[in-house]
């Protein structure tokens, strides 16, 4: 592995320099696991107090820290750097031209474009239209009449169903499906009927798209993901939903028919969102929420049913405090118990005295 400089190092990622320029840094690595010569990256800081435990010769940190008692580049974007530093060490992956290969199906009235690298395995149906500099993996499947732009990659058994179109730039992941049926079905003299599913699915440019999720194509119109947006894997998004700019959505998200995202909203893992709800630009839905309602813009939301972060952080404080307040009722209960006991137990007027006393002195007569 070449040696670079931490000097070279604070040049290439435009950073500013904490400590001696000419400090040899021959590789990367994650803070718990670098050994020396190697650099790492703190950007949170719950995790600075490890940079003095770590091994590694330097680190990149975020412009306004303290210093931090080891060499150190400055830079706004901590991970963006220290990605450009990797790259720097270890040059990403190029794929070998193949162009198309003689084990690739493709229909006669498909048109490709310039400088297409089609695998081994992939079957391209009628009608389907692609840009320039498409790669097709392995295995991958494109249905008829898919249109694909310039610059998109399908990694293995990524299917397209008909229809399905496909933005500049986009990026599907292996086996995720694109424009299967909608689960929408009508109840007809007790059997389970498909409806049309006469829809299809657009993704807007700069798209991508983790591996083994699902977007289903709309029943009459289409289901739209849009520019920008990043999707995880294991992602379920149903029929006729329409998604904002630039969205994030995590792992394990469901998103049921006729929703619809703002810009730049993200949803956290095991997000569910219910049909035909809306979901304001800029919301943030915590892990797990299970979204009831519209949410409006810029608001995070967290928990089941979802509600606003302060109030739902209100409810985790009291719900901590529940044992105590247990105890505490329990105790009030015995003390409502013994006082109104006290208080329905019979009473002994004078007369009942006078009685008891002129009794008491027959007795002794």
Not at 336 to 341: G, H, K, S
């Amino acid at each position: 592995m070449a040696m670079t400089t931490l000097g070279q190092l604070a040049q290439l990622v435009e950073g500013t320099l904490d400590g001696d320029a000419s400090l040899p840094i021959q590789g990367t690595e994650i803070l718990t696991e670098a050994v020396a010569g190697q650099i790492s990256f703190v950007d949170h800081t719950k995790l600075r107090d490890r940079i003095a435990t770590s091994a590694a010769s330097a680190v990149i940190i975020p412009t306004d820290w303290p210093e931090v008692g080891k060499p150190a580049i400055r830079v706004s974007q901590v991970r963006t750097a220290f990605a450009a530093i990797v790259n720097h060490f270890r040059p990403p992956y190029v794929e070998p031209t193949t162009q198309v290969s003689a084990h690739a199906q493709i229909d006669p009235s498909a048109k490709c474009g310039a400088d297409c690298q089609i695998h081994a395995g992939a079957s391209i149906g009628p009608e389907v239209v692609l840009g320039d500099r498409v790669t097709i993996h392995a295995n991958v499947v494109i249905m008829g009449r898919c249109r694909i732009g310039n610059d998109v990659t399908l990694f293995p058994g990524v299917v397209l169903y008909r229809d399905t179109e496909v933005g500049d730039r986009v990026v599907i992941h292996a086996n995720s499906v694109i424009g299967a049926y909608g689960f929408g079905y009508d109840t007809v003299r007790g059997q389970h009927l498909r409806g049309d599913q006469l829809g299809y699915v657009i993704l807007e440019a700069d798209v991508e798209v983790g591996a083994n999720t699902t977007i289903d194509r709309g029943t009459y119109g289409p289901t739209v993901i849009g520019t920008g947006t990043k999707i995880d894997n294991l992602v379920m998004i149903a029929h006729n939903c329409r998604l904002g700019k630039h969205n994030l959505i995590c792992s394990q998200v469901g998103i049921a028919g006729s929703s619809t995202t703002g810009d730049y909203v993200v949803m956290a893992g095991q997000v569910g969102v219910p049909d035909h709800v809306k979901i304001g630009n800029r919301a943030i839905l915590g892990a797990k929420a299970g979204i009831m309602r519209d949410v409006p813009d810029d608001i995070t939301v967290l928990g089941i049913p979802a509600t606003p972060e302060r109030d739902q952080m209100a409810k985790q404080a009291a719900f901590a405090k529940l044992p105590d307040m247990r105890r505490q009722l329990r105790d009030l209960q015995r003390q409502v118990d013994r006082l109104t006991a006290r208080l329905t137990a019979p009473t002994t007027t004078a007369a009942d005295e006078s009685s008891t006393a002129a009794h008491s002195a027959n007795e002794a007569a």
